[in-house]
């Protein structure tokens, strides 16, 4: 395995600024490893617990060519920004107060959306993580109409069967090379 995944997506974002977030997993699949470079001026990142009801965040400045690499499962237990800047004290002596910033994700196979499951109202659903509980650590589909749809959703829902995914993507293509 390598450390920073060969990348299926390459992109490149000319924004100042990216507010609290989590990558959405459903075409990443758990535990996802994505890498962010950056280069020009530096920007701090930030991280906050999701299910914490704390205002505590964490903040690691991102220096010119710096990769920063969210391990699993950031993504499922973190938010996390990129906070804008009225002051910046050290400008790059090339880019000035512009930072560009090249994200790296690794789209696994068996999560592309020929492998989600639509809802009831036709809809691609989206993976969300159980964080809590006695089902901590699973994974579940999710209708996602209220995201697309003036807040209308089903009541659809259907666990993630990781295993039944590989057998099932290896019986179909012969082959299973995700990590």
């Known amino acids: 395995m390598m450390i920073v995944p060969i990348s299926h997506e390459l992109a490149l974002k000319l924004i100042e600024s990216v507010g609290w ?50 391990w699993p499962p950031c993504q499922e237990l973190w938010k996390h920004e990129v906070c804008s800047q009225n002051v910046i004290d050290n400008l790059h002596p090339i880019s000035g107060s512009k930072r560009i910033n090249i994200t790296f994700r690794q789209f696994r196979d068996e999560y592309t959306a020929e492998w989600t499951p639509k809802c009831s109202c036709g809809i691609p659903c989206v993976l969300k993580p159980v964080m809590r509980g006695s089902n901590i650590g699973r994974y579940f589909y999710m209708c996602y109409a209220a995201g697309v749809n003036e807040g209308q959703k089903c009541e659809f829902f259907e666990w993630l069967d990781v295993s039944k995914r590989q057998i099932d993507y290896k019986r179909k293509y012969g082959s299973f090379e995700s990590i």
């Open 21 to 70: 977030h989590s990558d959405q997993l459903t075409n990443l699949g758990p535990r996802p490893i994505i890498g962010s470079l950056s280069l020009g001026t530096t920007r701090q990142f930030r991280l906050r617990r999701v299910n914490e009801n704390s205002s505590r965040t964490i903040s690691i400045p991102l220096p010119h060519n710096s990769l920063l690499i969210m």
